[in-house]
């Protein structure tokens, strides 16, 4: 079955409701872990818990509007809508972020005794085995089924683990020293270390719905095949690359002797295609048939309507 159907895609959506289960249970085990402690860092842990329920949310609605075959309202399918997931988890992390320093600056104003630090260091860490390995999942499936919104989910599960991890190291090494000040300064620390995880997203998705051309990597693959095919007498021009999600989308002129039949053009062309999508995956390919020896041929549409 193709990764772009809408069929293979629907059945993505299984990791999502993964991602809501993993982020139900892990903030009932945080908030029960702060209630014990009274820790602001576990406080702010439970808090990116909340907003890794959202964001699976998100997940799930984007990933079954992205499942959604071609309609005449959108007839290139509706792929695109993963990027919108990612955009919104890269902006629910910054908002964790923010929740974490505001709540790190109030407890280094007025500080507070921690309390039980075992039984809440040990539910803690239960929650963050959980994320870790829910985030293993999903960022191995949305490189394998190429989904920008899977794969998003699980980084944010992972800033949720590294923010564990910190605010765990922290409260150790409270209960070793006494110094309940360094509570709130890791938790400032975890704040901003997970904000580079939201910029990375957030460029990702500025990147896809902008029409970026695909990866350097690709287009040296497409730039191989061409070369194949120019040794047969013909050429290329005009290559444009686009990706939406899964979905690559590529256009390219092909230029063939002029004294060719058309059923021989036409057959070059469709053996062209064939490659790239042996090469590459399920893309959608749009070739131009052009004779090689019309200089107009070589004069692209953007030069013509100038």
Do not use: C
């Amino acid at each position: 079955m193709s990764s772009n159907s809408p069929t293979h895609r629907s059945a993505l959506t299984r990791f999502a409701w993964l991602s809501i289960a993993a982020a139900l249970a892990t903030i009932a085990l945080k908030s029960i872990a702060y209630l014990l402690t009274g820790s602001v860092g576990l406080l702010s842990d439970a808090v990116e818990s909340l907003v890794n329920l959202v964001g699976a949310l998100v997940a799930l609605a984007m990933l079954t509007i992205a499942a959604r075959p071609p309609d005449d309202d959108h007839t290139f399918g509706h792929s695109k809508a993963e990027y919108f997931a990612s955009a919104i988890e890269g902006i629910l992390i910054f908002s964790a972020a923010a929740a974490i320093a505001y709540a790190a600056i109030v407890r280094l104003i007025n500080p507070q005794p921690l309390e039980q630090m075992g039984v809440g260091l040990l539910v803690s860490t239960i929650a963050s085995v959980i994320n870790l390995v829910v985030a293993r999942i999903l960022i191995k499936a949305g490189k394998q089924h190429e989904s920008i919104t899977l794969e998003a989910d699980g980084k944010h599960l992972m800033t949720d683990v590294w923010t564990s991890a910190g605010v765990i190291g922290g409260l150790i090494l409270v209960t070793l020293t006494g110094w309940t000040v360094l509570d709130p300064i890791v938790a400032l620390l975890v704040a901003a270390n997970i904000i580079w995880t939201a910029i990375d997203l957030l460029k990702r998705s500025v990147n896809g719905l902008m029409d970026a051309a695909l990866p350097e990597s690709e287009q040296q693959i497409i730039e191989a095949i061409m070369k194949q095919y120019r040794e047969k007498d013909v050429d290329f021009h005009a290559l444009r690359t686009r990706q939406a999600a899964s979905r690559r989308f590529i256009s390219v002129h092909l230029l063939v002797p002029g004294h060719w039949t058309v059923h021989d053009a036409h057959h070059i062309a469709e053996d062209f295609e064939s490659d790239i999508r042996s090469a590459l995956g399920d893309a959608i390919i749009h070739t131009h048939l052009e004779p090689i020896d019309d200089e107009i041929s070589m004069t692209d549409v953007n030069e013509r309507s100038t």
